[in-house]
């Protein structure tokens, strides 16, 4: 894990980075115990590799796209992570070419909605939406540290959030959400 480059980041850049420490192995694996039976996962916001990690353990064989926008965190992914595929560019973007993912793919975001810089928090949000709606069994694993669910959803959305664990253990406690059709998937 590049520690150095988070904290670099998390001070030049705090609505970008939204935490104060990389996530912990408890929240990564709380994370990645989300995943169910998907064909593929995209983890978006994927910063130093913690969550990366657990879901590489959780499910090794499974095809893994990991996408942080930071190049430095994104150079030291794909070292750490050979077997991973690695995109350096926003989110709606990487979603936006990756419509011919399989149906039930699933999204694992660190990405950190309450304070990214609203025109590109709307952006995302539009993005994971758009890319939620094309099929039902995909969802989106997310995690903010309020306590409340970490963005809301238009009226009249199928998409229901669903509260699945609460991690103490992460600096700070961190909630794991799941966004998916009617029942939160």
């Known amino acids: 894990m590049n520690t150095s480059v988070f904290v670099a980041l998390a001070?030049?850049?705090?609505?970008?980075?939204?935490?104060?420490?990389?996530?912990?192995?408890?929240?990564?694996r709380s994370m990645a115990g989300q995943i169910g039976s998907a064909a593929a996962v995209?983890?978006?916001?994927?910063?130093?590799?913690?969550?990366?990690?657990a879901l590489r353990e959780a499910a090794p064989a499974l095809p893994l796209l990991a996408v942080e926008l930071q190049?430095?965190?994104?150079?030291?992914?794909?070292r750490r992570f050979p077997d991973v595929d690695v995109a350096c560019a926003p989110a709606h973007e990487v979603l936006?070419?990756?419509?011919?993912?399989?149906?039930?793919?699933?999204?694992?975001?660190?990405?950190?909605?309450r304070s990214l810089p609203a025109p590109l928090r709307e952006t995302t949000r539009h993005a994971l939406l758009d890319f939620l709606a094309a099929h039902p069994a995909r969802r989106l694993v997310q995690y903010t540290y309020q306590p409340r669910a970490p963005f809301a959803l238009p009226p009249r959305s199928r998409l229901r959030w669903s509260l699945r664990d609460v991690v103490w253990g992460n600096l700070p406690p961190a909630g794991v959400w799941v966004l998916g059709g009617d029942r939160g998937a």
């Open 96 to 113: 936006a070419d990756r419509a011919s993912l399989p149906d039930d793919t699933v999204l694992v975001s660190s990405l950190p909605f």
């Open 11 to 28: 001070l030049t850049r705090p609505s970008l980075v939204g935490a104060l420490a990389p996530s912990s192995r408890r929240l990564a």
């Open 71 to 78: 190049p430095d965190l994104a150079v030291g992914l794909q």
């Open 42 to 53: 995209v983890e978006l916001g994927a910063g130093t590799g913690a969550v990366t990690a």
